[in-house]
């Protein structure tokens, strides 16, 4: 609006709209004899110069030119310092360093094996390689056997050196998009807006076991954005990494499609139910894990069968005890541990436990039998030990006959061996049998917690993914994620609600987790949860107040109006004001409100304690 005032003044003035007055000043200091010469032309555009000059300057004031130009500068010179940052690293990606490009196996021909990095490169350039191949090849190199026997199977097979146990190059139907050379898998984009950190905007968003290695949460009542979003990439990015020899997963789910890859992406896949184990190809699940010290096995037995009467704030111990008092006596006499039936009997029937004392006593094994006399004792004073009856009995019925067996079963598939790359796949009847299904799925989460935290090789990464977590969550196992961190390990749950865990288990379980996601959804109560656990940062909060400026000279008072004519506003004073308050990272009512489908708000934590704070995505972007 100031250049059209300026230009429209000085327009009348030209044209003598408003009379000749400004001019009289050149008249009176005008010499007569001047008027038909060429000294009149220079000192009449002279002064025509400083007229305009003078209505540039005022008209500038009032639009704050300086400032304008002034800004124009800085945002011209930051363009191009980013086309000049841009080109270089085009020109650095067009012509990559030999010893740099990952085509060329560097590291095999820094370690002298240029014939091997030769033949591997020809493989990769005619098409022979996967991404897998690559990946199996070069941890193999890095890590794995005699680097001799490596080179010779590379002369030999080419890209099919090193094979998973399985012989499987690839997986069938992935989704998302895989980066094995860093070990990430893509679950979708931040989104590019004001409310996310400047840093983080337009930026992917991809997990590796550097962050699952803390676990994670995930939180949403639509299944569709917690499973394809997140569990299927996270499921395929750890079978691919087994295939290359870097990870083992074990997915636990109720049901296949959507939440995990096809069949034939896992070595092993076990149905709990509607299933003959004893057919060709079929397999069971051993109860103990290869366990074999009876306390251990009773413990995690007990956090199975029991572990959520514990949430109420009742003690599990008793449990664990029982089972030991009865477990032990069991395996010295039979010299293997009871599958579920004999399991069920021992606890429920006294004639059994009385032929047990029968034989213990003839081979003196007096201390188990105290032992036995013992849980007799608790068997008689009260009703705990029909509880565990009660519970073991949900897993004695036809529909799961030989799926929980003893560990001596050549069928039976333990967790023990997750020191291995293994891709195991466990699949629940949660619909047909909902209370036994939950069972099953604590008793893999205290095994695999078990298992893990007592691997003496933990060079392979090692991940549970339950898909739903409804009534696994207990204290037993909240206090065992923190192990799993230390022990190259991890797990990721989701539940549909945080309604579904327990009260007092809430915090802690936010607290054990290092990974934590918000999909849309979500109540305002389970909102709380997570804004809490996010806190607060410092904000620098910007007030500007304007006040109008009465004048009390006429000429300022002109000035005012005058300007006020051109840009239709009063004169003002601007006051700013920057105050540093605290406030919450996302309140609880913008998690439930303004999470819209198919977003999630996420934080990731790494095994190092690097964090991304809250970010809201967009899944699969």
């Not at 930026?203 to 949460?217: F, H, K, N, Q, R």
């Not at 004639?351 to 032992?371: K, P, S």
Request: aromatic share 6%.
């Amino acid at each position: 609006m100031s250049v059209v005032g300026a230009w429209l003044v000085w327009s009348l003035l030209w044209h003598n709209v408003l009379g000749e007055w400004w001019i009289w000043p050149l008249i009176l200091v005008t010499p007569d004899g001047w008027y038909q010469s060429w000294y009149f032309v220079v000192a009449s555009w002279t002064y025509y110069a400083l007229v305009y000059g003078g209505i540039l300057i005022f008209f500038g004031r009032l639009g704050r030119w300086a400032e304008v130009m002034r800004r124009a500068r800085a945002a011209l010179r930051r363009a191009n310092a980013r086309a000049v940052a841009s080109s270089t690293a085009a020109a650095s990606a067009a012509v990559p360093a030999p010893e740099a490009d990952p085509a060329l196996w560097p590291q095999l021909r820094l370690d002298g094996a240029a014939e091997v990095a030769d033949r591997l490169s020809a493989e990769l350039r005619e098409g022979r390689m996967t991404d897998v191949d690559y990946a199996r090849i070069d941890h193999a190199w890095r890590t794995g056997r005699a680097r001799s026997e490596i080179a010779a199977e590379v002369r030999a097979r080419g890209a099919e050196a090193c094979l998973h146990g399985s012989g499987s190059r690839d997986i069938p139907g992935r989704t998302a998009r895989h980066d094995l050379a860093v070990r990430q898998v893509r679950i979708g984009a931040a989104v590019d807006a004001e409310r996310a950190p400047y840093a983080y905007r337009g930026a992917g968003i991809a997990l590796d076991p550097s962050v699952l290695g803390t676990s994670a949460l995930v939180v949403g009542p639509s299944t569709r954005d917690t499973a394809q979003g997140v569990v299927r990439p996270v499921v395929e990015s750890l079978c691919l990494q087994a295939l290359a020899g870097q990870a083992a997963v074990v997915a636990v789910t109720s049901s296949g499609g959507a939440v995990a890859p096809p069949d034939e992406a896992f070595d092993v896949v076990v149905r709990a139910a509607g299933t003959d184990v004893s057919s060709e190809g079929a397999h069971g699940l051993d109860l103990y894990a290869g366990m074999t010290d009876a306390d251990e096995a009773a413990a995690v037995l007990a956090e199975a069968l029991v572990g959520d009467l514990a949430e109420g704030g009742g003690d599990g111990q008793w449990a664990a005890v029982a089972l030991s008092q009865v477990l032990g006596p069991w395996r010295v006499v039979h010299g293997s541990w009871p599958d579920a039936g004999e399991l069920r009997d021992l606890l429920d029937t006294e004639a059994v436990r009385a032929d047990l004392r029968a034989a213990l006593e003839g081979r003196g094994e007096m201390a188990h039998v105290r032992e036995l006399d013992a849980f007799q004792r608790r068997a008689a004073a009260s009703g705990a030990v029909e509880t565990l009856a009660a519970r073991v009995a949900l897993l004695d019925r036809p529909a799961f006959r030989g799926f929980l067996t003893a560990s001596s079963d050549p069928k039976a598939i333990s967790l023990r061996h997750i020191d291995r790359p293994v891709r195991v796949h466990i699949v629940l009847p949660e619909r047909s049998h909902a209370e036994a299904s939950r069972i099953i799925a604590r008793l893999v989460l205290a095994q695999f917690t078990a298992c893990a935290s007592s691997r003496e090789d933990r060079a392979v990464f090692a991940c549970l993914v339950l898909e739903d977590a409804l009534h696994t969550i207990t204290p037993y196992s909240v206090r065992a994620l923190h192990h799993l961190r230390m022990s190259n390990a991890g797990a990721l749950f989701t539940l549909r609600s945080l309604s579904d865990v327990p009260e007092g288990l809430r915090d802690p379980l936010l607290a054990a987790v290092g990974c934590r996601a918000v999909c849309s959804g979500v109540s305002s109560w389970d909102a709380r949860h997570f804004s809490t656990a996010w806190g607060t940062e410092w904000v620098d909060t910007r007030i500007v107040t304007h006040r109008q400026v009465f004048a009390d000279q006429s000429f300022t008072r002109a000035v005012h109006m005058l300007r006020k004519l051109i840009t239709g506003k009063h004169v003002t004073t601007e006051a700013v004001t920057v105050r540093r308050e605290e406030r919450e990272r996302w309140s609880a009512s913008e998690l439930a409100n303004e999470v819209e489908a198919g977003h999630a708000v996420i934080s990731l934590t790494s095994v190092s304690g690097g964090q991304m704070p809250p970010v809201l995505i967009k899944l699969g972007a």
